[in-house]
């Protein structure tokens, strides 16, 4: 250990290039008990201040949010003119709502907000805030953040995405709506404007809104995420087979079947065209798909529907078609 050595002017210097080489091969791991020897031997290091944010970056990437939380605040605290403080600020923020203290750590982001509104960890900051609000569910900070939103300027993508989720939250769909609308008009080819039009592609839906399902579907699948892919072209399939576009529909539903769909979206996939194929009357296809969503799905009132199905293609004979309905996930 270099402590051994702990007289030379030298040896914090090598700890510090040590650890900045774990950091470099991606080995935040090995950094850390470097980083910690350094600052116990050699507190007053020129080395002191990067070190001891550099430990608290690298425990917060560690997802070791409570061992983050000392270095940072001592980082805060005692380098108020450092050039990475508005980093560390923020870091304290994420560490400290890490580590349960959701009250702390949202008071810590608000403030980082507020002193470098044009940060580029800003946006971030403000994505945390609104997520650690909507986790706890406190309609008057909710309401006070929403308020925070609107007034933001200039609007950003993140921001208009932040205000429509939150007036969700608070049971305001109307300006949920109008936020996400100005979200796509704006920025149309952003990816939250893809990710607005996932989430009220599926609220069309279970309205029966097959039309407006549709088109915000389409623009959905653009997603650069695959399993919000798979959800759009599972909307778009059941807005089209509620219309009996059944040809459509199965073109939608064969799209889900890529990497990103999770085992729900595939077995209503799954559902879907063996519907599709029973309306044309291909009976064959349509039985075998119902049969394995019987065998595969993991919905309980998806499987008993599908089995009724599989038994009235079998009889050939009329049943309800009517499916249970997509849940927004």
Request: charged content about 30%.
């Amino acid at each position: 250990m270099l402590a051994n050595d702990a007289a030379s002017p030298l040896a914090p210097e090598a700890l510090y290039a040590l650890a900045s080489l774990d950091l470099d091969q991606k080995r935040p791991e090995a950094a850390v008990p470097r980083l910690r020897e350094l600052l116990e031997v050699w507190p007053d290091s020129p080395r002191a201040p990067e070190a001891t944010f550099t430990l608290g970056r690298s425990l917060v990437e560690l997802a070791r949010y409570r061992e983050a939380v000392p270095p940072l605040e001592r980082f805060v605290a005692q380098y108020p003119r450092h050039a990475r403080r508005a980093d560390g600020r923020y870091l304290l923020g994420r560490a400290r709502l890490g580590a349960g203290d959701a009250t702390a750590g949202v008071a810590d982001l608000r403030a980082f907000v507020a002193a470098n509104p044009t940060h580029e960890l800003a946006p971030a900051a403000r994505r945390t805030i609104v997520e650690a609000l909507l986790e706890r569910g406190d309609k008057r900070e909710l309401a006070a953040e929403y308020r925070t939103l609107v007034a933001a300027r200039p609007e950003t993508p993140e921001g208009l995405y932040e205000t429509g989720a939150v007036a969700a939250a608070l049971g305001q769909e109307t300006r949920r709506d109008a936020a996400w609308s100005r979200l796509r008009q704006k920025f149309p080819g952003h990816e939250f404007a893809r990710r607005a039009a996932l989430v009220q592609a599926e609220t069309a839906l279970e309205r029966k809104r097959y039309g407006e399902a549709l088109t915000l579907s389409r623009t959905a699948s653009a997603s650069d995420d695959a399993e919000s892919r798979a959800r759009a072209a599972l909307v778009t399939g059941e807005a089209e087979l509620a219309l009996q576009h059944s040809t459509a529909a199965l073109k939608a539903f064969e799209a889900v079947a890529g990497a990103g769909a999770g085992r729900e979206v595939r077995s209503r996939a799954l559902a879907g065209r063996a519907l599709a194929h029973e309306q044309l009357g291909q009976w064959p296809e349509a039985l075998r798909l119902y049969q394995e969503v019987v065998a595969a799905s993991p919905d309980g009132e998806l499987r008993q529907w599908a089995q009724d199905r599989a038994l009235a293609v079998k009889a050939r004979r009329p049943a309800p078609q009517k499916r249970p309905l997509t849940r927004p996930l």
